[in-house]
């Protein structure tokens, strides 16, 4: 696998050639499908470069994905090899840089990890080390200073917490929509309700994209239809196979301040925003019962009844009240059930389809972390027409 350039990504001089580059010809069309984070930061890089788009979305702006992530914005060691890693850091860097002109909406602070189980001594210290060697600011803390960071959180019965400086958390629905407002600005449609139905190929090329609205004449269509399964053999002709994913995300009304940092505790993890709201999610997903298998087969993206909903909320409060007993006080604002785009090998999925090459395929996990580098890499792939080398491990043809 090819390590990754991230001085590649940074390059901020690459819009002004795309915008160059676009000028001298016709303008071309871009139809992106789904309005979520990945397909918003792809609508604003591809506007800012030059292209004539229109974003359309079957039920709206952030409300699969993008409206349930956890949305940590982080590089930290489960993110591995290194190319994966290093597309993850580009992910962070692109973060900051978009961050005061876009107004994304992130709290930066790091992140605390806590191992509660001490078989795991070994690997952490080679863990640890090899994040520092690859750029984090990765160490753990103990004493006096984890009591600093995190004054209201009792860290007890844990073996070690790992801190990573770099790591922020953002709101992605705030977020996704500052992508879509700064795409409209720069001549962008965006249309919803409205739902990608079929392509209309002549001559081998591309010539409009078919919605229950009707046809919009298109060079190239961007697939961020997240984890609609079915999508990328519909439209791009091509399979990317996906596993189910659900997972469950809790968000509390304002609060005073009580957390500062992301907390990646045993059972669950949260953060809070600036806007005094906590964030509570978990990694295992909602419990295997019966009643939750058959529920979760139609991939609901509701809970059937409040009172469902708030069980749910509790249950987590439950595990997250042993780390933040301040949390007794929560109320709770929302708790939302959605499905991670999740390719088979977990990578992302971006680049031309390799059956219709201007169908472009944009499938990824931890697509909150990588929507500011992925939407700029798209836009150089596709506008400027310069592929990025750096993405070639994660081209579709190795997920089918
Ligand atoms: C519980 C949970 C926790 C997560 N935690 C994190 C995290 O901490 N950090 C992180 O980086 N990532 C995290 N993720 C992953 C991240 O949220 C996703 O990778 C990201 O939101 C994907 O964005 P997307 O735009 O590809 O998909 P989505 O947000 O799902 O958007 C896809 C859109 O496509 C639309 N669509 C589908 N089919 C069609 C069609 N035929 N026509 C028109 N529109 C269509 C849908 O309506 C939808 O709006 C988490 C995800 C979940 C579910």
Known sequence: MTVLDRRRFLQLGIAATFAARAGAAARLRVVVAGAGIIGAS??????????????????????????GSFAWINATWSKQPRAYHALNQAGLARWRSLQPELKLPVRWGGSLEGIA??????????????????GEATRIVAGAELAALEPNVDFTGLNKVVFSGHDGATDPVAATWAFLDAATARG?????PCELTGVAIAGGRLRAVQTDRGDI?????????????????????????????PGVTVITGPMPRLVQRVLWMPGVHLHQRDDGRIVLGEEAGPPATEAHALRLQEQPSEFPAQEIALQHAERMRLAA????????????????????????????????????????????????????????????????????????????????
């Open 188 to 192: 962008a449609r965006v249309t919803y």
């Open 321 to 400: 009240l042993r780390f933040v007993p301040g949390l007794t006080a929560a109320r709770f604002e929302d708790a939302r059930i959605c499905w991670r785009p999740m390719p088979l090998d977990g990578y992302p999925v971006l680049g031309a389809s390799p059956a219709r090459p201007d169908v472009y395929l944009a499938v990824m996990h931890s697509g909150v972390t990588l929507a500011p580098i992925v939407g700029q890499c798209i836009a150089q792939e596709i506008v400027a027409g310069a592929p990025v080398e750096s993405l070639d491990a994660f081209r579709p043809h190795r997920a089918s």
């Open 217 to 245: 004449a298109a060079d190239r269509l961007v697939l961020a239809t997240g984890a609609a399964a079915d999508a990328s053999l519909r439209f791009a002709d091509w399979e990317v196979p996906q596993r189910d994913s």
């Open 42 to 67: 792809a609508a604003w890089h591809l506007a800012q470069a030059g292209a004539d788009v229109t974003v359309i979305d079957r039920a709206g702006p952030a409300t699969r994905a993008s409206r």
């Open 117 to 134: 189980d001490a078989t795991l001594e070994v690997a952490l210290a080679g863990r640890v080390a090899e994040q520092a060697a690859w």
